[in-house]
């Protein structure tokens, strides 16, 4: 599978949590980190965003958003948290 980084356009991507997900994610990887690195550290950064997620609820949604953004670059919404 190629794993190579595609642009997304962050500013269309509504939640802030999710937006700075997928930026951190892309930044990342643009710079060497691999995949499993990046990933920890994105599930990181939304529970920061939201202290109340447990961990596996934090790895789904970081997952289904580079999915959804990065892998398959749909331009849709994703399903996610409530918050804006």
Not at 54 to 74: F, G, K, M, P, T
């Amino acid at each position: 599978m190629d794993h190579r980084i595609v642009s997304v356009e962050n500013s269309r991507i509504p939640r802030k949590c999710e937006r700075a997900v997928i930026t951190a994610y892309q930044e990342l990887r643009g710079v060497g980190t691999s995949d499993v690195s990046a990933f920890h550290a994105c599930t990181t950064l939304y529970r920061i965003h939201h202290p109340e997620s447990s961990l596996n609820e934090a790895r789904r949604l970081v997952s289904e958003w580079i999915d959804h953004h990065v892998i398959q670059r749909r331009p849709g919404p994703t399903n996610g948290c409530e918050c804006d």
